[in-house]
């Protein structure tokens, strides 16, 4: 019997939908930009474009242009994707991105408690953050409005990197960001690098509970050289924590295990209970501190 694939119900319509105009997603109280969300050969896009009053202003056009050259030399699951450089009628010039159906860092944050998965989209962060870095690209604007989580999978997604600078552009090389996040020595008006976003990262974390304070406190010290050094080194220590819980867990129920074994055994011999429990601790002790 040959098992075929198809859909279930009827076959969906296959051809792109008729263009029904475009849909603003946010007009910046702070800067040019327009966000609008709209489609391309059946794919949900978003277009990021100049509001109507900079839209032919040279220097916004070329600051414009300098955020998609350095996102499209950024090719990471974690990371927005941009798709194209395109012109909008009625809109001008435009960066055309991936839609992400997901929402911000912050608003995650507030619905999502576990400590495992936040742990988890951290390291999601450091992968990206790490990636990069790598790339000789800084962000420059880290914070949890410019971090999805998706919907689908909860997994984190950076973008907006129209403050960020690169090695191989001239525009756009001066101290940047948002207040809140942004490293002393950005503020005070040295130039960013890969220790800022690092700080930067680290003020998120502080909102990230309890769990995460130690690593917040390295992140953002006034001292650059007694930070963390890398998005990896950083990952690092969230995953050794990690495996440093489970193995806790393991031995913690291990230990309920033996000690009920100890019971049992204790009623069908003469042994007394205490002397069993204590050989028991010892062995799990001794497995414990074996590599």
Not at 15 to 42: F, V
Request: hydrophobic residues 40%; glycine residues 8%.
């Amino acid at each position: 019997m040959i098992n075929t694939s198809g859909f279930f119900g009827s076959v969906p319509d296959m051809q792109p939908p008729a263009h029904a105009g475009l849909e603003l997603l946010q007009e910046s109280q702070s800067g040019p930009y327009l966000l609008l969300k709209g489609h391309r050969n059946d794919r949900v896009v978003v277009y990021k474009c100049l509001q109507a009053g900079h839209k032919d202003d040279p220097v916004q056009q070329r600051i414009l242009r300098r955020e998609y050259e350095i996102g499209a030399s950024l090719k990471h699951p974690g990371i927005c994707e941009i798709l194209d450089w395109v012109t909008l009628p009625g809109y001008g010039d435009a960066i055309e991105m991936e839609w992400i159906d997901g929402e911000p860092l912050d608003v995650w944050l507030s619905t999502h408690d576990d400590v495992a998965l936040r742990t988890r989209v951290l390291c999601d962060i450091c992968d990206a953050l790490s990636y990069i870095h790598h790339k000789q690209v800084i962000h420059k604007d880290l914070k949890p409005e410019n971090i999805l989580i998706t919907r689908s999978g909860g997994y984190a997604k950076i973008l907006d990197f129209g403050l960020s600078d690169t090695d191989s552009i001239l525009t756009g090389k001066g101290p940047a960001g948002t207040l809140k996040y942004a490293a002393p020595e950005v503020v005070e008006g040295c130039q960013a690098d890969a220790l800022s976003d690092i700080y930067s990262l680290g003020m998120i974390m502080k909102d990230m509970g309890p769990a995460f304070s130690k690593f917040a406190r390295k992140c953002t010290r006034a001292d650059r050289e007694q930070r963390y050094i890398s998005a990896d080194e950083l990952r690092s220590d969230l995953e050794h924590v990690g495996r440093r819980g489970s193995l806790t867990w393991s031995i913690f129920a291990a230990l309920a295990l033996i000690a009920g074994l100890v019971v049992w055994l204790a009623l069908r011999r003469a042994d007394p209970v205490e002397e069993l429990f204590l050989d028991a601790v010892e062995q799990v002790r001794g497995a414990s501190n074996r590599p």
